[in-house]
């Protein structure tokens, strides 16, 4: 019987009093446009912000809707995606070819970045090209 009282008053999570709260659709939208604009912290001078950012927003807001879940798992799996492509162009600096295909690789991850937190702002399926799946 303590076991039944005392888990009404811990919450879920083992907080007293918490309760998980509903978001809004607007929320939801917003959180959606952040989980994608979160890849650009890389450009403002956070090193790694671009597989950082959109890996810790997913973590946080994938079990609040099923949206969410989708979009934070579409933008890490770009990230990562750049991340493997940002290496090999690393790489291939050396042969002087890389310098052209890091800058081409900067504009392409920026426009999809924007593109598909546009796509969030309307509820539209995220679509990143190129992008592999890696969580399936």
Same mark, same amino acid.
């Given at each position: /019987?303590?076991?039944?009282? *005392?888990?009404?008053?811990?919450?879920?999570?083992?907080?007293? $009093?918490?309760? /998980?709260?509903?978001?809004?659709?607007?929320?939801?939208?917003?959180? @959606?446009?952040?989980?994608?604009?979160?890849?650009? %912290?890389?450009?403002?001078?956070?090193? +790694?912000?671009? &597989? +950082? $950012?959109? !890996? %810790?927003? !997913?973590?946080? !807001?994938? /079990? =609040?809707?099923?949206?969410?879940?989708?979009?934070? @798992?579409?933008?890490?799996?770009?990230?990562?995606?750049?991340?493997?492509?940002?290496?090999?162009? %690393?790489?291939?600096?050396?042969?002087?070819? $890389? +310098?052209? &295909?890091?800058?081409?690789?900067?504009?392409? =991850?920026?426009?999809?970045?924007? /593109?598909? *937190? !546009? @796509?969030?702002?309307?509820?539209? #399926? #995220?679509?990143? #090209?190129?992008?592999?799946?890696?969580? $399936?």
């Amino acid at each position: /019987r303590s076991v039944v009282v *005392a888990s009404v008053f811990v919450g879920v999570r083992g907080r007293p $009093g918490w309760k /998980r709260k509903e978001s809004s659709a607007a929320a939801d939208v917003v959180q @959606r446009q952040v989980q994608h604009l979160s890849a650009l %912290l890389a450009y403002v001078g956070l090193p +790694l912000g671009y &597989l +950082l $950012g959109p !890996w %810790l927003t !997913w973590l946080i !807001w994938r /079990r =609040h809707s099923p949206w969410l879940d989708a979009h934070g @798992r579409a933008a890490l799996n770009f990230a990562l995606t750049m991340s493997i492509l940002y290496v090999t162009a %690393l790489i291939l600096v050396f042969i002087f070819v $890389g +310098l052209i &295909l890091l800058v081409l690789l900067a504009v392409f =991850h920026i426009l999809t970045v924007i /593109r598909n *937190a !546009w @796509r969030a702002s309307v509820n539209l #399926p #995220p679509n990143y #090209p190129l992008s592999i799946n890696f969580l $399936g």
